[in-house]
């Protein structure tokens, strides 16, 4: 199967520091429609500061960055993001159907309210991800796999095209790892574009069938049979040792 | 209407008030910021007065307004050269526009009757002589609609922006990818919360207003996991704090307006420590059943494990065992009975035995905490 | 001139600027310690808390006595100190919150007391204005000598305890592992915090007394790395805003002295955030604004360089439409390009030929090649 030549995001020249530090270093990066990419490198390489900058989080001090073709503000509705676990404040007093609710909001818009109808994609999205017994539950008695799955559910609801995450994978136990690579894979089924920041070196090969290299620069990036190499990790991770496992 | 009721009704208006965006300072974790707020405002009356020379002109509200903005931006700004921490910024920030604002006062205002003391401290014992008057027809004290229409105002406003408020504060990162700017939002309450405060100082000062803005709702928080069911209980709490407030100061002829602060306190410290689900009492009792619970279940495994083992009778043995588990007689004792009166153990020949449900309820135990064990290990292993 | 004269003549001037600096330098170099550990608000929160441990102690004793009311002051603030942390270990309430109402509340509560004490129903009177506002202009000589002491004690305490002092504020947990109680010595910190706000109550009052707390040591963080430095700095900028201001104050009309202390060590602290040499915004702007450029200047050469390398002559030139245009935030833009090339060319890295194409000079491979960005490069990346 040939990867379609629309590319979904476009990255150029992009390059962000802080203070004189860089973090990224002018980074051209294509990313094709309907592919599971995996971002890897060593912490502190820049990783979520790509997705944050792709964003609109951050301002970075040179490069721009184009969803099919168009802006950031043009395309944003079809863009979903699902931040880092530890950036929320899991006391809030909400529930697990609450927090997926908010998923809606980017659809819903200014001052209107949620329907029933988004009520019922929630649920939806809650069952997907095996936590519907849980939509009245208050989110500070979940565990981190399940405070996972509640932000997967989330991701879900707001109907994109393109993903983001931010390690979902970071702190979680076996299982909701295994059941949230499906739903990824799933999406990617249906067409759509997810690009995960990935902390595990040793899953890449089984979960993703694209990945990126990033250590301030970019490495490589392409399908993970062609780019996933000895060679590149070790450029990447900067090692002389053995990297994979086997 | 009498003077007193007046006063009773402006405190639980002003309460309310208060309590409302009060929920979601306290959630966004701006309750010090807030603090400084309710000083700074000095310098937009200041200010605005110096300009107009009106001690009722509306325009004073829009100056204190704008400075509480002004102070929440230069704390931020601050903050984000990263040489210096936000409570820090706090520190610094606040004290220097309240300096500005007595300097002012002292050089160019002294003449006027700008009560400082009043600014911070009001009494809300005066505010019925301050009068609304209507074409001439006297309908009651000032206060009790100017912090009325901030009250109906704050309630709209939370009301309308509901869900906004309440993605910016739970995720903000969030809140920007979806189209909903939590700078504006964020500037938004803030300013609600000056005119509040510029409000409200008249009737209680402006130091107290934090009473009302943080004690409430931290006590609902105590009580509830649902935000609106917070905000209702806050401003219910708020209410009863401001009525008992009021009594008490009535019965012993002290300041209104610390009463009611004093009873902020009161009603928290009550609930801190008898809150159903999260206060001191459940809490502390709760940590004491989870400690006997775990006890019972350690000496049932260690009784499982030596059973039918040439040591048994001397691991199990009714006289020795507190040896080997290394805990007081006392408690031994008492995790004995207990376990006799639940049908786990019996006593046969000197040693302790499981009976067959005890056996049951043993290897049950132990799967459980096998399988929350290894998801907390998952957790920490990354 | 004139200002000398009055500092030799004025001997209320004397001794109110000497309290000043006094106070100043020991609220500066106890509140070091808070800045580090982030508890800068304490000062703020423990200062209006203070209030119902003096009012309890004029009750008590029916007469007014600063020692007295200075030691119920400590114990009010070392009990609120105490609730706050009570409230944050054994709930799910945040700090912020939990000072915020234990300050308003003590105050409120102070203030109940003080309308209890005058029989009537309203709080202004002299006592309280100078609580709030501070009372610097009526320190007296004997009160010098109190806060004299009780400096010396502190300062004492914290040359003895230095090196647990250090470690406990950088990391606790690492303390403990060697077996020095944090516990202790952060409950040790706190209470010196207390003492030192008690005691500076006096110059500036409540509301203003997180500033000299934490102001000076934020300034004095500005100029150097090292904790010792750190707080000698933090008490001489405390110092000298206590004289100044007070100099101020009585040299001008109608200047009070508690704001006029603030003015200055803000003007202080501001000082060092922009200037200070590390640190500082000033120097960082600039350092940014030059590396800003370099990265700009840089990538157009590197991409020059990629061209050359691509092909068999590494000298040879190519049209500026070949290089890769930078894409600023303003978008492509040829002109832009042309003056980064013209830069280049200035620092003898690329050279212009006759017709208006750009080649790479050996300086400008050499430089590229020694660059820290061009170690893992590569140049047929999958494009």
């Known amino acids: 199967m040939t990867k379609s030549n629309n590319y979904v995001v476009e990255v150029e020249d992009m390059t962000v520091a802080y203070n004189v530090k860089p973090v990224l270093w002018d980074i051209d990066l294509k990313v094709p429609k309907g592919v599971l990419m995996a971002i890897v490198g060593p912490n502190g390489a820049g990783k979520s500061t790509m997705l944050k900058a792709m964003l609109d989080l951050i301002k970075p001090i040179s490069g721009s960055v184009l969803f099919n073709g168009q802006s950031y503000y043009k395309q944003r509705k079809r863009i979903g993001f699902v931040p880092q676990r530890g950036s929320v404040d899991w006391d809030f007093p909400t529930t697990v159907l609450d927090v997926v609710l908010m998923g809606r909001y980017g659809h819903v818009g200014w001052i209107k309210r949620t329907t029933a109808k988004d009520k019922s994609y929630a649920m939806d999205a809650l069952k997907k991800v095996s936590m519907e017994d849980f939509a009245k539950r208050q989110i500070s008695q979940l565990s981190g796999g399940q405070q996972q799955r509640v932000f997967i559910a989330r991701a879900l609801v707001q109907d994109a095209d393109i993903y983001f995450m931010d390690e979902p994978f970071q702190g979680v136990d076996a299982k909701t790892e295994r059941a949230v690579i499906e739903i990824l894979k799933e999406l990617r089924t249906l067409g759509k574009t997810v690009l995960v920041v990935h902390h595990d070196l040793q899953t890449v090969k089984e979960y993703f069938d694209y990945v990126t290299l990033l250590n301030t620069q970019l490495i490589a990036s392409g399908p993970v049979e062609e780019v996933f190499t000895e060679e590149n990790l070790r450029k990447a991770y900067r090692s002389t040792g053995k990297i994979l496992k086997g | ?382 | 001139m004139n200002l000398i004269e009055l500092f030799i003549n004025d001997y209320t001037l004397r001794i109110v600027a000497l309290g000043s600096a006094l106070l100043g330098m020991v609220s500066g170099v106890v509140g070091s310690f808070a800045v580090l550990k982030k508890q800068g608000l304490l000062g703020d929160a423990v200062s209006h808390a203070a209030l119902p441990g003096i009012a309890i102690m004029f009750i008590l004793l029916q007469t007014k006595s600063t020692e007295m009311f200075m030691l119920g002051a400590l114990i009010a603030g070392l009990l609120a100190t105490g609730l706050i942390v009570a409230i944050e270990k054994n709930t799910h309430i945040k700090t912020d919150s939990a000072m915020a109402l234990v300050l308003s509340v003590f105050f409120g509560f102070g203030l109940v007391l003080l309308t209890y004490i005058q029989k009537i129903p309203n709080a202004n009177q002299a006592g309280l204005d100078k609580f709030i506002f501070g009372q610097a202009s009526t320190l007296l000589r004997k009160d010098i000598y109190t806060i004299m002491i009780i400096g010396a004690v502190l300062l004492f305490v914290i040359v003895l305890f230095w090196k647990e002092f250090k470690l406990v504020t950088f990391d606790s947990d690492y303390a403990d592992s060697l077996g020095i109680s944090s516990k202790k010595v952060s409950l040790l910190i706190s209470s010196m915090i207390v003492i030192s706000i008690i005691i500076g109550l006096q110059t500036v009052g409540v509301i203003l007394m997180s500033a000299m707390l934490v102001a000076p040591g934020v300034a004095a963080r500005q100029w150097t790395d090292k904790l010792s430095v750190m707080v000698v700095l933090a008490g001489i900028f405390g110092a000298i805003s206590g004289v100044v201001g007070t100099v101020i104050s009585s040299s001008i009309q109608k200047m009070p002295t508690g704001p006029s202390i603030v003015i200055i060590i803000s003007l202080i602290v501001i000082g060092s955030i922009i200037f200070s040499p590390n640190r500082g915004l000033l120097l960082r702007a600039i350092r940014e604004r030059n590396y800003r450029k370099n990265i700009n200047e840089d990538n157009v050469l590197i991409n020059l360089y990629e061209l050359a390398m691509n092909h068999k002559d590494p000298f040879h030139s190519h049209q500026i439409g070949a290089i890769k245009p930078i894409k600023t935030a303003g978008g492509k833009n040829t002109k832009y390009l042309e003056n980064v090339l013209l830069k280049l060319q200035e620092k003898g890295f690329v050279k212009r030929d006759y017709f208006d194409e750009w080649a790479m000079t050996q300086e400008g491979i050499v430089y590229v090649e020694k660059h820290p960005m061009r170690k893992e490069m590569q140049y047929d990346s999958t494009n």
């Not at chain 2, 031994?332 to 035995?353: A, F, G, H, S």
Request: one cysteine or more; glycine letters at 6%.
């Open chain 2, 1 to 382: 209407m009498t003077a007193q009721i007046e006063i009773l009704i402006i405190g639980v208006i002003v309460a309310v008030a208060c309590t409302i965006p009060g929920v979601f300072l306290v959630l966004r974790k701006m309750a010090m910021m807030t603090d400084a707020i309710t000083h700074t405002i000095l310098l937009g009356i200041i200010g605005v007065f110096l300009l107009v020379h009106d001690l009722n002109s509306p325009l004073l509200i829009v100056g204190a307004a704008l400075v509480g903005l002004l102070t929440v931006y230069l704390v931020e700004l601050v903050t984000k050269t990263k040489l210096v921490s936000e409570d820090s910024a706090i520190g610094i920030v606040f004290p220097l526009l309240f300096s500005i604002a007595i300097i002012l006062i002292s050089r160019y205002a002294g003449k006027v009757h700008i009560d400082t003391d009043s600014v911070l401290l009001g009494e809300i014992a005066f505010a019925p002589f301050n009068r609304m008057k209507i074409f001439g027809v006297d309908i009651g004290a000032k206060a009790m609609y100017s912090m009325g229409v901030i009250l109906i105002i704050n309630l709209a406003l939370v009301i309308i922006f509901f869900k906004e408020l309440k993605l910016s504060v739970f995720d903000s990162k969030l809140a920007a990818v979806l189209g909903f700017s939590p700078i504006l939002i964020e500037y938004g309450l803030m300013a609600s919360v000056s005119v509040t405060v510029v409000g409200a100082f008249e009737a209680v000062g402006s130091i107290l207003v934090i009473a009302f803005m943080i004690g409430p709702p931290i006590t609902a928080y105590m009580l509830t996991d649902n935000l609106k069911l917070m905000i209702g209980l806050s401003a219910g709490i708020g209410a009863i704090n401001a009525i008992l407030g009021f009594f008490i100061a009535n019965a012993y002829d002290v300041s209104i307006a610390g009463s009611m602060a004093l009873m902020t306190g009161i009603s928290f410290i009550i609930v801190f420590i008898f809150a159903p689900r999260r206060g001191l009492f459940t809490v502390i009792r709760r940590r004491k059943n989870q400690k006997i619970d775990f006890a019972k279940k350690s000496m049932l495994f260690h009784i499982m494990n030596h059973e039918n083992t040439d040591r048994e009778n001397i691991e199990n043995a009714v006289d020795n065992i507190y040896k080997h588990l290394n805990w007081s007689e006392e408690f031994i004792n008492r995790i004995i009975k207990n376990l006799i009166q639940e049908k786990r153990i019996v006593v046969l020949d000197n040693i302790y035995k499981l009976t067959d449900e005890g056996r049951e309820y043993t290897i049950r135990s132990y799967e459980e905490i096998v399988e929350s064990f290894s998801e907390e290990s998952q957790k920490m292993a990354r």
